[in-house]
């Protein structure tokens, strides 16, 4: 069965600081990864995915990830952090095949941006 | 604007009492599904469609129920709601991927509910 797994439950940067946010996913084939965005009392926005070829992916909001098969991992990061990203972080994985659109969250990362 | 909209965005109950959380899409999508949010545990699936008249269960559908009789709508039903339902519950949507390729899922609002 697929997993995700966000190792750190919460984080504080400073404004202006790097920020990498961690995932980790378990999966027997190719995944397809995927890391939403929560601001208090929003919905999910998607950040960026990855489907395939570069395993850097570029995001919106100046985010991206890297893909990493050999650590199973797809972190999420952003060379400066700005105090409007405080939110929730969700990485998620999704199987394709039949699986269609079944989603497998992680817990999520609280970011608290220090001014 | 294409967009999910789920109603209502907040709603206290009490057990027992059967409800209704709506959720209806713009987009012509043909994938839906419904998602509870607890704090620590992330979002877990609850149900979710391919198509009209086509659901099936996700990871914890016990104590729910949902239809699919018009490819824009799919309600979350609680028959008898119990306070272990108290969540956020979100709905999304998204296309049918071509074979082998998940597709993005667009998130609604989100519905907080409180059964006491």
């Known amino acids: 069965a697929q997993s995700v797994t966000q190792p750190d439950i919460h984080i504080t940067v400073s404004e202006g600081a790097s920020l990498e946010l961690r995932c980790n996913y378990s999966?027997?084939?190719?995944?397809?990864l995927f890391w939403y965005v929560q601001s208090p009392g929003q919905g999910l926005q998607l950040l960026l995915k990855y489907f395939s070829g570069d395993t850097l992916v570029q995001g919106i909001k100046g985010f991206e990830a890297e893909f990493k098969r050999s650590q199973s991992s797809f972190n999420l990061r952003k060379p400066s952090v700005h105090w409007s990203d405080a939110a929730e972080y969700f990485c998620a994985v999704g199987p394709g095949g039949t699986s269609y659109g079944k989603l497998t969250f992680g817990q999520g990362t609280i970011l608290t941006v220090h001014p | 604007e294409a967009q999910v909209t789920q109603n209502p965005r907040y709603l206290i109950t009490v057990t027992g009492k059967k409800l209704t959380v709506t959720c209806s899409q713009n987009?012509?999508?043909?994938?839906m599904s419904w998602y509870r949010q607890d704090p620590g545990l992330g979002l877990r699936q609850i149900y979710y469609s391919m198509n009209v008249e086509v659901t099936d269960k996700g990871d914890v559908p016990e104590g729910y129920k949902v239809s699919r009789k018009e490819k824009r709508n799919f309600p979350l039903i609680l028959e008898s709601p119990s306070p272990n339902q108290t969540s956020l519950y979100f709905c999304?949507?998204?296309?049918?991927?071509?074979?082998?390729?998940?597709?993005?899922?667009?998130f609604g609002p989100g519905t907080r509910l409180t059964v006491l």
């Open positions: 999304a949507s998204s296309l049918i991927p071509l074979a082998g390729v998940t597709d993005t899922q667009y």
């Open positions: 999966y027997g084939a190719t995944p397809y």
């Open positions: 987009m012509n999508h043909e994938y």
